[in-house]
């Protein structure tokens, strides 16, 4: 892959709508792997670990479902809603196709591990929450 799995899921949500990539400076930017400070309402994907489900019978090729996390922040309570609907639009895909630069991606299928968690606050005096989704995705 020439990309990151949180790449390829951060362009992907962005076709679906639910945000906007950051030199658009609309609302909600989707960042993968680093969430900077500004603005207050913003979402980012991070991979995490997967799932190895063994190796192919045709060409021992090793299967896997890669991880991520989407983090969610925002300056009230709207950011639970914004996650909300993260969490169902990833429900409904199924064998999408992404374009990153140059290069396509079919996302298969994504599977959340758990539903919208609140994670609390950036920091103890922060008024900024943060909430989270966690998933694996069958990627080509």
């Not at 792997?33 to 207050?40: A, G, K």
């Not at 995490?48 to 991520?68: C, F, K, N, P, Q």
């Amino acid at each position: 892959m020439n990309h990151t799995v949180a790449d390829v899921i951060r362009h992907m949500l962005i076709d679906l709508a639910q945000g906007t990539l950051p030199s658009a400076n609309g609302s909600w930017p989707i960042y993968a792997h680093n969430l900077p400070d500004t603005p207050d309402n913003a979402v980012v994907v991070y991979d995490t670990a997967g799932l190895l489900d063994g190796r192919s019978g045709a060409d021992s090729v090793m299967e896997e479902h890669y991880g991520i996390e989407i983090m969610v922040r925002s300056s009230g309570v709207t950011g639970y809603t914004k996650a909300d609907a993260i969490a169902v639009a990833m429900d409904t895909v199924q064998n999408v196709s992404v374009t990153v630069d140059t290069t396509s991606y079919v996302v298969h299928a994504i599977t959340r591990k758990s539903g919208v968690l609140k994670a609390g606050t950036e920091t103890p005096t922060s008024k900024r929450y943060l909430f989270t989704v966690n998933a694996v995705v069958a990627l080509t």
